[in-house]
């Protein structure tokens, strides 16, 4: 649901990765056959978007939207300033490569 709520906001990219990691949530048991442990590290989805200041908050509201169900490891939103972009292909430089 939440790649579906980027890509309607007309995002033209996004990267998603699977990453391991932990949080401030509880370490989850698992079971495997009869054997209990511990998962220190679930695999779980990341997903990176770069957009231009002015749809920030359009992208930050959706995604609060359509990721949040109430549950630990809803996950986290970071923004972050990017310096600057090029595009490769077309040598085209700041807003416009993004």
Do not use: C, W
Request: glycine share 8%; charged share 30%; no cysteine.
């Amino acid at each position: 649901m939440v790649k579906s709520a980027i890509a309607a906001a007309e995002v033209n990219g996004m990267t998603v990765s699977d990453v391991r990691g932990v949080g401030v949530s509880p370490v989850r048991e698992q079971r495997y056959s009869n054997l209990v442990g511990v998962v220190p590290m679930p695999i779980q989805a990341k997903i990176e978007v770069v957009v231009a200041d002015a749809q920030v908050e359009e992208i930050v509201e959706s995604i609060l939207r359509n990721a949040r169900t109430g549950e630990a490891d809803d996950g986290k939103i970071f923004i972050e300033d990017v310096a600057d972009a090029y595009r490769i292909r077309t040598h085209e430089r700041g807003e416009i490569a993004v």
